[in-house]
């Protein structure tokens, strides 16, 4: 599956973006779908996910409470809506779908897999 990042864009402190995860070919059913983010120089991180049947989702410490996951009734698109936006929210947002990515309400673990696919990601930047 080919997934698409868009949504990204320059917001101010305290305000707020919806990023959108689209799958091209597929739906975003089969597996676990998660939000990662990434600064230049700095490791990917985890942010949020939400599970194959979106029963259950997760977010990091970091966003909880501020960020929300959800997906379409299509499973086409995941969104990741962002709140209450913060200058270290500032990264560009990446989504993954792949067979080695678990979700629960306890935690968001993940272990590439050849079966998995990225988006190339959209840039937020939240100027203070």
């Known amino acids: 599956v080919q997934l698409v990042e868009s949504g990204g864009g320059l917001v101010q402190s305290g305000g707020s973006l919806r990023l959108t995860c689209s799958a091209s070919s597929s739906t975003l059913d089969n597996y676990a779908v998660g939000w990662f983010r990434q600064v230049p120089g700095k490791v990917r991180e985890k942010v949020s996910c939400?599970?194959?049947?979106?029963?259950?989702?997760y977010y990091e410490a970091t966003v909880k409470g501020r960020f929300t996951i959800s997906t379409d009734r299509q499973r086409n698109n995941v969104y990741l809506d962002m709140t209450h936006l913060k200058a270290d929210d500032s990264a560009t947002y990446y989504c993954?779908?792949?067979?080695?990515?678990?979700?629960?309400?306890?935690?968001?673990?993940?272990?590439?897999?050849?079966?998995?696919?990225w988006g190339q990601g959209t840039q937020v930047t939240v100027s203070s």
């Open positions: 993954a779908t792949d067979p080695g990515l678990m979700c629960t309400g306890g935690g968001f673990h993940y272990t590439r897999t050849e079966f998995g696919s």
């Open positions: 939400i599970s194959a049947n979106a029963e259950s989702t």
